[in-house]
């Protein structure tokens, strides 16, 4: 699971450069969709060391918001 973690994050890294550096906008939301895996692996990390706190929760949440508003990207553009 830490290296899946590590790959997204690599991964979430590289194609928010790409956007940067080329100014291209359109991947936006593959860029939103990559970032709410990465955060919901981040959330399932911290359940899996037993640390039930805040931030595992938070992570979770984040994550479902993301992708929501990765789902809207892709269905109203």
Same mark, same amino acid.
């Given at each position: &699971?830490?290296?899946?973690?590590? @790959? $997204? !994050? $690599? %991964?979430? @890294?590289?194609?928010?450069?790409?956007? /940067?550096? *080329?100014? +291209?906008?359109?991947?936006?939301?593959?860029? &939103?969709? *990559?970032? !709410? @895996? #990465? &955060?919901? =692996? *981040?959330?399932? =990390?911290?359940?899996?060391? +037993?640390?039930?706190? #805040?931030?595992?929760? /938070?992570? $979770?949440?984040?994550?479902?918001?993301?992708? %929501?508003?990765?789902?809207?990207? %892709? %269905?109203? +553009?």
């Amino acid at each position: &699971m830490q290296k899946s973690k590590v @790959i $997204i !994050a $690599i %991964f979430v @890294i590289c194609l928010s450069s790409y956007l /940067l550096i *080329t100014k +291209n906008f359109e991947l936006v939301p593959y860029l &939103m969709l *990559t970032l !709410a @895996i #990465f &955060m919901l =692996v *981040t959330g399932l =990390v911290e359940h899996q060391r +037993n640390r039930k706190g #805040f931030w595992g929760y /938070l992570s $979770i949440l984040v994550s479902l918001f993301i992708l %929501f508003v990765s789902l809207q990207g %892709f %269905f109203l +553009n």
